[in-house]
């Protein structure tokens, strides 16, 4: 059975910086392209980044380009979001996803596994 699990949300002040963790669990952790989501209440859901399985490859939303920084441990089965000069607009549910191949455009729904999301919040 497959399971994707969210960790490191937190409440922070604007400009702070944040690193989100996420362990995937039954499947070939190297096989998968693995990537963030967020969703903010009142808006759509939408792509943040995303990794290729060997990592090779990285992929950004034009909003979070120069500030998150997506990476992953293979020897850990770990992926990592790393959140710097945080805004009030990045305030979101963030979920953490594995699928065959980094999604385009980013925000498409084609990913084959969801973690259950880490709620960021930040205050201005």
């Known amino acids: 059975q497959v399971q994707v699990v969210e960790s490191g949300g937190d409440l922070v002040q604007a400009g702070g910086s944040l690193r989100l963790s996420c362990t995937a669990s039954g499947l070939g952790f190297d096989d998968y392209s693995m990537g963030w989501f967020r969703h903010a209440p009142g808006k759509e859901r939408e792509g943040v980044s995303c990794?290729?399985?060997?990592?090779?490859?990285?992929y950004y939303s034009n909003f979070v380009k120069g500030r998150f920084t997506i990476f992953r441990d293979r020897a850990q089965n770990t992926l990592y979001l790393q959140m710097n000069n945080l805004a009030p607009e990045d305030t979101a549910m963030y979920y953490c996803?594995?699928?065959?191949?980094?999604?385009?455009?980013?925000?498409?729904?084609?990913?084959?596994?969801w973690g259950k999301g880490t709620l960021v919040t930040i205050s201005s």
């Open positions: 990794i290729s399985g060997e990592g090779l490859a990285t």
């Open positions: 996803t594995a699928g065959i191949r980094c999604p385009y455009p980013l925000s498409y729904d084609g990913m084959d596994y």
